[in-house]
């Protein structure tokens, strides 16, 4: 097969979890357990960090990948589910992997994959993992799938275990409270393994300070260790093209010198997910890595370029400025809407598409009643009807007219649009894809 083929074996013949939902989850981690002997046990070949999480765990990955390439170490990243191609799944040093590679590993372990029963990302894992350990990477940053406990990538042996937070997601197939989706996060907590958690949360703390105790491991809350700016908590730059947003960052407690950061990924939310990189260097430096408050500055003042991230707080257009982001769930939805009420604008145009698996009422109810809405549906499977999510909108007070595309509501948004508008495209990471 040629590679567009092996793309559309692996797309047809196996269940892939962004198209058709739980359908695509397995169990438990016999399957894994058994691709990992199949191809000798690769993710015991090179050091990694974990990062799971309900929200930003995705932007902490490319960033934390960032410093460490620009520190000089060879760096692999997996991360899902990609935008555009699928080999943004498996980056080294910010690179795709080859085509040939994906041809390559698929049709030498066809046979064997069709016999174990794998699913889509069961593979995808097995694929990474394989390409790190034979590029003989210096160190991986693997990001969880979904939950924690159960992924498929919670084979490692990580130096370094990193939790983001908890937020209200997957509640079909995590739980439906936040203790309980903090319980399957926490499965990647390991003995003797250093614990980081983003944001210390009241109603969960006690399930990561439980396990870590279980597990014997030193464990740390992100949030308390990290004094920003207080103008950079506040607000939002003025966007342009090539915008940053100053931080000035210290260590609670300490009076050491305050490290002044330009980011490129401007939301809001990423100054929470910048304390938990911070917390990370900090560990990654007692365990011998070598990065320097220059290599942190240099790099994430280009984590775009350097990782090829996209879809976070992005701007793709202006005159009318049009922004996109992958925020999904409340939690997603409520820091976009803060960087939202950060800008200058006329009225909101708002593409809005979401994924059939859910419960979106939550996040329905949250959308500004005042905005135009362009309601569309994220060409896969799971995507959610267009005339049920005008239906439910409408329930809450969200009116506008319905598209068959993403791309055909882009469109529609743009000519109704004035130049001192704002057109914001979101809902579901699916839709984002469509456009970047």
Known sequence: MDYQQTLDYLYSQLPMFSRTGAAAMTKDLTNTWALCKLLDNPQDKFKSVHVGGTNGKGSTSHMLAAILQIAGYKTGLYTSPHLRDFRERVRINGQMIAEQVVTDFVARHKTDFENLKLSFF??????AFDTFAKQQVDIAIVEVGLGGRLDSTNVINPLLSIITNIGWDHMNLLGNTLPLIAGEKAGIIKPGVPAIIGEHQPEVADVFIQKAYHEKTKLSFASEEWILSSESEIESPKLSENSFRDVDVKKEGF?????????????????????TILSAVEELRLQGFNISDEHIKTALKQVRALTGLNGRWQIIGHDPLTICDTGHNPDGIHEVLKNINAITYNKLHFILGMV?????????????PDAVYYFCRPDIPRGLPVEELSSQAADFGLSGDMYPSVMSALIAARYAADKEDLIFVGGSTFVVAEIV
């Open 122 to 127: 069961e593979m995808t894992v097995g694929l």
């Open 255 to 275: 009076t050491l010198k305050t490290l002044n950061l330009r980011l490129d990924l401007t939301g809001t939310y990423q100054l929470k997910n910048l304390k």
């Open 356 to 368: 059939n698996d859910k419960d979106i009422t939550k996040v329905l109810k949250m959308l500004p």
